[in-house]
């Protein structure tokens, strides 16, 4: 299509791509046959910038897309859809978008509603729930303190309950406050990286001063994971953590690693080596836990040892099971689902370990509390 390949076409960002279909020029019979393709595509690809996705090319891989990009894409397909009395839930559609961004998601929510459906957001953002005919507070609190529902109606019903936080904050009787007195930087320790040229950015220097809290912001596609993720984090992982990860983005020069002792980069990922990995494993709470268990003299009678209490190794686990608490079974044609394991109902470990008791409360009973019931 005007001297441009399909896999050109397909490197393009969204916006790019755009941008090139509605500047094209097609003349004679060629423009006549064209003319309701390229409306379709123009619309598809308006769809897909209006829910924040421009920065994005073509080709991108499923894989690779954030939970946020990949649910504003379905998004924007049901946009295209065109359908009418349909409850569409979203979770957390904001979440990594810049305020520019926001307001388009916010205009495309509300265009889904104006076609006659019925739209339901979970959300923390301001804008959205600004933006809401109808908000329902659930609160007050968190976990054992919360489910509830605290107040619903319009805006200004939420902002008159005094119960309400969200309505508190929204009404400006509560407000997050701002440092009254900022740290100044020291312009002898900064980090300076020169020459940055990964993917959009056009040969960008960044001065970081050190020991300070630094917010890197932007508009979605702007450039900013380049610069972090993929340029910034491999060379300090490289030289100060020696490791052998994929090569940075193009740069030119990095100079002041020599105020830090290491880098740590704490992303999204999940947690944890295995599967069975959770929060008291991560954090190494588990360890002490299984070691107050093997200390109970009923556990001292039988020979127990603290890794009779892990769920990781043979022993204390339920074997049905290794320790899952569930089954996977394999779905022909359809994913796999996942059902609680009928030998110990899901609580991972055998009958003979599940015998002990700390406070009167097995091992898996601990394991089920909330932070804040384990911490009393």
Request: glycine letters at 10%; hydrophobic letters at 35%; proline letters at 6%.
């Amino acid at each position: 299509v005007e001297n441009t390949p399909l896999p050109a076409i397909s490197d393009m960002s969204i916006g790019h791509a755009m941008e090139f279909f509605n500047n094209l020029k097609l003349a004679g019979q060629r423009a006549k046959i064209a003319e309701k393709i390229l409306k379709e595509i123009g619309d598809r690809l308006k769809f897909l910038v209006n829910v924040g996705l421009n920065y994005l090319t073509l080709s991108r891989s499923a894989e690779t897309l954030s939970g946020g990009e990949a649910q504003r894409i379905r998004l924007a397909s049901q946009i295209g859809a065109g359908l009418v009395g349909v409850m569409y839930v979203l979770d957390e559609p904001s979440i990594g978008l810049h305020q520019r961004d926001n307001e388009r998601l916010l205009g495309t929510l509300i265009h889904l509603r104006d076609l006659g459906n019925t739209v339901i957001v979970v959300e923390h953002d301001e804008d959205a729930i600004r933006a809401a005919d109808h908000v329902i507070d659930i609160g007050p609190g968190a976990g054992v303190h919360g489910g509830e529902v605290v107040a619903e109606g319009p805006l200004e019903a939420i902002m008159a309950v005094p119960e309400s936080l969200t309505g508190q904050y929204m009404s400006g009787k509560r407000k997050i406050e701002v440092p009254k007195k900022r740290v100044p930087a020291n312009p002898e320790k900064v980090l300076k990286l020169t020459g940055a040229r990964g993917n959009n950015l056009k040969d960008v220097t960044l001065t970081l001063p050190v020991g300070l809290f630094t917010c890197i912001t932007g508009v979605s596609g702007s450039g900013k994971s380049t610069l972090i993720n993929d340029t910034l984090f491999p060379i300090a992982q490289r030289q100060l953590n020696g490791a052998t990860i994929a090569e940075p983005a193009p740069y030119r020069d990095i100079q002041g690693l020599e105020h830090f002792d290491k880098v740590i980069d704490i992303d999204q990922s999940p947690i944890g080596r295995t599967p069975r990995s959770n929060p008291a494993t991560y954090t190494g709470v588990f360890t002490p836990v299984r070691e107050l268990f093997a200390g109970v003299p009923e556990s001292r009678a039988r020979g127990y040892t603290p890794g009779r209490f892990s769920f990781n190794v043979r022993g204390g686990r339920c074997e049905a099971c290794q320790g899952d608490g569930v089954i996977k079974v394999e779905m022909h044609f359809l994913p796999d689902i996942y059902v609680p394991c009928d030998q110990c109902k899901g609580k991972r470990y055998n009958r003979e370990t599940l015998e002990i008791k700390y406070k009167g409360k097995t091992i898996h009973e601990v394991l089920d509390m909330t932070i804040e019931e384990a911490r009393e």
